[in-house]
Structures are given as structure tokens and as C-alpha cells.
T-cell receptor, first 116, second 113 residues
């Protein structure tokens, strides 16, 4: 089956630094990828929709200058958390849309970000 | 009121039991209904995908959608300890990429050996 690879699976960074998370679709082309954030015991909250070759669409309340998204190819989207602060600590998950399916069926493994 | 409501559990059952997981929703425009399984510290894995009302069966899993009641269910037969995970329902109104997937909060299931 289709696989979405997300890297790194966990990262610890110092406050004020930036962290990049990669999301790759391994065996299909993903024109659209999605970035979610999940707090403990809470649901996945969509942060932004990433479209290959164009600017990402951010959900209300998500700072686009803080969460930079780049989708330069059909198999790779990146999320950069800039000037990270402890409140940015969370579980970030990407998903990739296979154009043959009407749902975001394939999720990455998630990235646990801890900002100290 | 949240668009999608799901009992967070935890739900603890003995091995072999039939498990019933449920979600209710308020948006009558939802047409696509999904169930995902999420193990601790992992991304969600798609289990079942249903369009509109009806039942769908896949192995030990059965998904039901009742649009008139705005109620969806996931049944797990002959539950196994390996089924222990958080189960998330999700739904959306259209098939396009612009239609957001709305998740429930997830139900934590523990199957005791």
C-alpha cells in the first residue's frame, strides 16, 4: 500500500531555533498534502493544506510566518517551525492525498516536537 | 457544539469481545466517513472508508453510517490485544482537496488478554 514517510519521528530543540519536518509520499504523487497538530488526548487539528507548486492555505489562527510550508515537488512537503517556543511542543502529523481516492488516506508517522 | 462528537473512553474489553465505537455529528453535508486507528505516538492508519449511508465490512471490522440520525459506528468482532489503540472517526462533505477532514477526539480502546 501507499506509504507516507515523515522525518524526524522526534526532535528536541532549544527555544528560539527552527525545526524542519519532512513529509514524503513514497510510491504515489501527492499534489496535496496536509499538516496537522495533535495535543495529548485531543483530536487532529488541520493547520494547513499544502499544494505542490503554490502557496499553502492556512487554517484560521495558524501563523503562516511561524509555520512555513514548502511543497516543491509531488513527493515532498516540509513544515518549518520557526523561532520555536515551548508552546509549540506538540505532535505534528502530515498526510498525503492520493488523487485516486477521495480522502486523505495516508498519514505519516508523526513528529514529536519538544521545545526546551 | 463540536461538529463531531466522540466518547474519549477509555474503553476496556476482554479479548474476544465485540467492540462498538460511535460518533455523532451535526453537519448534514458530511458525505464521506472514515475510521482511523492510531497507535501511541504514531500517525493514524485508515481502517474503513464509507460514502453516504450504509454498512461496510472488512474482515473483523464493520462500519455503519446512519445519515438520518447523524450517527456512525465501527464494530470490531473477536477483538484482540493488538486492537488496543485510539480509534478516530473523521468525516468530510466533499471529495475534493478543499474539503476539510473533521476528526473526532478519538476513543482509547484497551483489549485485555
Amino acid at each position: 500500500g501507499a506509504v507516507v514517510s515523515q522525518h524526524p519521528s522526534w526532535v528536541i530543540c532549544k527555544s528560539g531555533t527552527s525545526v524542519k519536518i519532512e513529509c514524503r509520499s513514497l510510491d504515489f504523487q501527492a499534489t496535496t498534502m496536509f499538516w496537522y497538530r495533535q495535543f495529548p488526548k485531543q483530536s487532529l487539528m488541520l493547520m494547513a493544506t499544502s499544494n505542490e507548486g503554490s502557496k499553502a492555505t492556512y487554517e484560521q489562527g495558524v501563523e503562516k510566518d511561524k509555520f512555513l510550508i514548502n511543497h516543491a515537488s509531488l513527493t515532498l512537503s516540509t513544515l518549518t517551525v520557526t523561532s520555536a517556543h515551548p508552546e509549540d511542543s506538540s505532535f505534528y502529523i502530515c498526510s498525503a492525498r492520493d488523487s485516486n481516492m477521495n480522502t486523505e488516506a495516508f498519514f505519516g508517522q508523526g513528529t514529536r516536537l519538544t521545545v526546551v | 457544539q463540536k461538529e463531531v462528537e466522540q466518547d474519549p473512553g477509555p474503553l476496556s474489553v476482554p479479548e474476544g469481545a465485540i467492540v462498538s465505537l460511535n460518533c455523532t455529528y451535526s453537519n448534514s453535508a458530511f458525505q464521506y466517513f472514515m475510521w482511523y486507528r492510531q497507535y501511541s505516538r504514531k500517525g493514524p492508519e485508515l481502517l474503513m472508508y464509507t460514502y453516504s449511508s450504509g454498512n461496510k465490512e472488512d474482515g473483523r471490522f464493520t462500519a455503519q453510517v446512519d445519515k438520518s440520525s447523524k450517527y456512525i459506528s465501527l464494530f470490531i468482532r473477536d477483538s484482540q490485544p493488538s486492537d488496543s489503540a485510539t480509534y478516530l472517526c473523521a468525516m468530510k462533505s466533499g471529495g475534493g482537496a478543499t474539503n476539510k477532514l473533521i476528526f473526532g477526539t478519538g476513543t482509547l480502546l484497551a483489549v485485555q488478554p
